[in-house]
């Protein structure tokens, strides 16, 4: 496969070198790899990522970058890492706590090499903290219930995780604007920086919306299932041939709603005035608005309730399946979605690069190489001989990929 990436994107002049499995610092260096950015992948020489378990989303996920496989806590390993970061601007690394530094590896050790590095340590509670509690093992799912997002979502009977993978996800986005706003510092100054992603603390942060009723107020809002905690007409509604979900907010908005549910005389009331911008689930006719509101709905088409509503400025969407995405026009229209060839030849089908820069736009150059695919043209890249590659070959701790 071609390993000179071409010039493109916002990220064009950036290296980025990340250590890590499965979703959310890949999947930060996946979309700084697609805004242009040089990525190479560090995997153990093992399995590799874990992520290459996977029958399809590893195509997406790993894509523009290179594999170099490496065991980092060897002799050996670190001799390489050093030297790579050396040309790095940006260094992330998803581990248990601080394995990196009691493996012998510190920011100190780093910053000696290359004195504006960015360094990006991803963890799920942090670098330091409780000893007990920075050393547990962290997934998607027990950050999202350490920081009690899981509470607030789910039944009145049943709390449920935001599938699929959401903590994951927030926090690779979260990665990706601290790495870029530490940069953007570095190259002011010439001084790093460390951050410690605590993943918990990104979902305290996505679900601060009601922390911040109880913190000021000890409000506890039930779990909202398919409905608004505290809102009429917001939510996930049944239609007669289907899902619609309704965000029913405004003057005008509640006017036509309670119209078209026949609650017209609620209108300019004490209880709902002309100037009611909000139906709130304590006002006094609540139970009765979300009662004639469900039955409405149950008689209606998704499509034209979506139609009509969307008429007169009420945020309404059918909820679309897989198949809706992909018959879509608008979605058709904003190429949303790429083929391309895997490794093997195969013909893939995914994501295209969000967002859409005007002047610098992302792209795709490569697919998902196998493990250990790029270490000797990394190693070469980085300035080592051929006696050099030759070494680390015969002590086992660098894979090279069919050699």
């Not at 100190?108 to 547990?136: K, M, Y």
Request: hydrophobic residues 40%.
């Amino acid at each position: 496969m071609n390993t000179e990436k071409p010039s493109f994107g916002a990220l064009d002049d950036v290296r980025v070198l990340y250590s890590a499995v499965e979703i959310a610092a890949p999947t930060a260096a996946a979309i700084m790899g697609e805004w242009g950015a040089d990525v190479t992948w560090m995997e153990n020489i093992w399995t590799g990522d874990s992520m290459r378990d996977t029958k399809w989303v590893k195509e997406m996920e790993r894509r523009n970058m290179r594999s170099l496989s490496i065991h980092p806590f060897t002799s050996e390993g670190k001799e390489v890492l050093l030297r790579l970061i050396k040309d790095t601007d940006i260094f992330i690394e998803a581990s248990k706590g601080p394995v990196w530094k009691r493996k012998g590896i510190t920011d100190e050790q780093l910053w000696e090499v290359n004195p504006s590095l960015v360094i990006v340590h991803v963890s799920g509670f942090g670098q330091w903290g409780d000893s007990s509690r920075i050393n547990t093992a962290a997934y998607d799912l027990t950050v999202a219930a350490y920081a009690g997002l899981i509470a607030q979502n789910g039944s009145p009977e049943q709390p449920m995780n935001i599938a699929p993978y959401g903590a994951d996800y927030f926090n690779a986005l979260m990665i990706i604007s601290a790495s870029l706003a530490a940069l953007h510092k570095s190259r002011l100054t010439g001084q790093g920086e460390s951050i410690d992603v605590a993943m918990y603390e990104t979902i305290l942060r996505v679900g601060s919306y009601y922390l911040m009723d109880y913190l000021n107020e000890g409000i506890t809002y039930p779990r909202p299932g398919a409905r608004h905690q505290n809102l009429c007409a917001i939510g996930e509604w049944e239609c007669k041939d289907g899902f619609i979900g309704l965000c029913v907010y405004g003057v005008p908005q509640n006017k036509y709603l309670l119209e078209t549910i026949g609650l017209g005389d609620l209108w300019g009331t004490d209880d709902y005035p002309e100037d009611t911008s909000a139906l709130w689930l304590d006002s006094p006719q609540a139970d009765l608005i979300q009662r004639k509101l469900e039955k409405y709905l149950k008689t209606q088409s998704k499509f034209e309730v979506e139609k009509d509503f969307s008429a007169h400025k009420i945020a309404a969407q059918v909820v679309n399946e897989f198949d809706d995405l992909l018959r879509d026009p608008h979605v058709k229209d904003r190429e949303c979605f790429i083929e391309w060839d895997n490794a093997q030849g195969k013909r893939v089908k995914g994501l295209n690069t969000f967002p859409k820069f005007t002047n610098n736009p992302g792209g795709f150059w490569r697919p998902m190489p196998a493990l250990g695919a790029d270490s000797r043209e990394v190693l070469e890249r980085a300035g080592f001989s051929a006696e050099d590659i030759e070494r680390f070959k015969e002590s086992g701790n660098i894979r090279f990929d069919g050699e």
